[in-house]
């Protein structure tokens, strides 16, 4: 069409020179001539509507544009005024969609330092998805979208969730989360095969995790003591719960509910093989098999309480949790880093908490 166009111009500016030696006579004579013909080749066409290419619609808009529409009604044209008129606005939009069109289609490009984070994080995890490692995101300060993270690691052929599963919650849960408790045993064995049983209670509003305690023996007097101590800690932290969830395991004494019913806490009764009406501490003692338990061997009772307490500290003050925002129980989330020179320039360091199996993240100092 730009080829078209100067050839249009070019061959007029050389026909408006062939014009200037005649004289106005002359000039009359040949629009009178141009005029009829005009009026034959109508007259032939009929109902046929002549076509014009681009270039030549591109240079009649330019050539008529500042005559009004009552002086191009008084010419000849093989086409109506206001045709000539929509041309030239047509012609002005073009122009200005070809200034403003972006350089690059599509969202810009998302940092190679993010993204080489996103690829080493999925890495040095494996059994991280990419809700988990937006999280990790988030608690370093650092703020894309989930998706950006499903596409980053889907362009590097890793797959974004990696045996994900979802959990859906009864309405008493979502209504009383905030005093609500649940508590449930698991347990382990050591290297020489010992079972240890271990109690653990978890808060549904702010995922934060308490370790009760482990034992060979869950005695009565054992668990009741934990009770005794659970209620203790709440108090001293100034929380206030009504509904404590467990489990009918023979386990639990009768005076455990007792003990809880002293400080206000209600004992509700999940229903028999039915697990998931305490789904969010079945949750959290998969968590805890997964990303401890089944990653490292336990010598002993003592050993088995060091590595609970470690990974209490870290579920409670490093590890975002999707059910509260990907916020952690006593950390709230970190501003968003907005500064461009310090995205560009990350340096994230690693901290590994027994021996390495787990592995938190942080801004160099």
């Not at 969202?107 to 991280?128: D, F, M």
């Not at 890793?158 to 905030?178: G, M, N, Y």
């Not at 409670?316 to 950390?331: E, K």
Request: with cysteine.
């Amino acid at each position: 069409m730009l080829l078209r166009l100067a050839y249009l111009g070019v061959t007029n500016a050389f026909a408006l020179l062939r014009l200037l030696p005649l004289s106005d006579r002359d000039k009359d004579t040949e629009i009178l001539a141009l005029r009829h013909q005009i009026m034959v080749l109508q007259r032939q066409l009929g109902d046929t509507r002549p076509r014009f290419s681009p270039a030549d619609r591109a240079f009649l808009a330019a050539l008529l544009h500042r005559l009004p529409a009552q002086a191009l009604r008084r010419l000849r044209l093989l086409v109506r005024p206001e045709t000539v008129l929509r041309w030239h606005r047509d012609l002005l939009d073009r122009r200005h969609t070809a200034g403003s069109r972006p350089k690059r289609p599509g969202r810009p490009r998302t940092i190679r330092s993010i993204r080489l984070l996103v690829l080493r994080l999925a890495q040095e995890n494996p059994a991280w998805g990419y809700r988990r490692i937006h999280g990790e995101l988030l608690v370093l300060g650092i703020k894309i979208a989930a998706s950006t993270v499903w596409q980053i690691l889907k362009d590097a052929g890793i797959d974004p969730a990696p045996e994900r599963v979802s959990t859906t919650w009864s309405a008493f849960l979502r209504s009383q989360a905030d005093a609500l408790l649940a508590c449930d045993f698991f347990e382990t064995t050591t290297l020489n095969g010992t079972r240890l049983y271990a109690l653990a209670v978890i808060e549904h509003a702010s995922r934060r995790i308490r370790v009760l305690g482990a034992t060979a023996h869950p005695t009565a007097s054992w668990v009741t003591q934990a009770a005794r101590n659970l209620v203790m800690d709440l108090d001293d932290a100034g929380r206030h719960a009504r509904f404590l969830i467990r489990d009918r395991d023979g386990k639990y004494p009768a005076l455990f509910d007792p003990v809880l019913a002293d400080a206000g806490i209600q004992a509700v009764l999940s229903g028999v093989r039915i697990p998931r009406m305490n789904a969010i501490m079945e949750r959290w003692i998969h968590s805890c098999r997964r990303e401890l338990l089944d990653r490292t061997l336990i010598w002993n009772q003592q050993h088995l309480l060091h590595a609970l307490h470690e990974y209490e500290r870290f579920y409670n003050t490093h590890r975002p949790h999707q059910g509260i925002d990907n916020a952690r129980p006593l950390q709230p989330l970190p501003q968003p880093a907005t500064d461009q020179a310090t995205l560009t320039r990350l340096d994230i360091r690693r901290r590994q908490r027994l021996g390495g199996i787990l592995n938190e993240y942080h801004h160099a100092a």
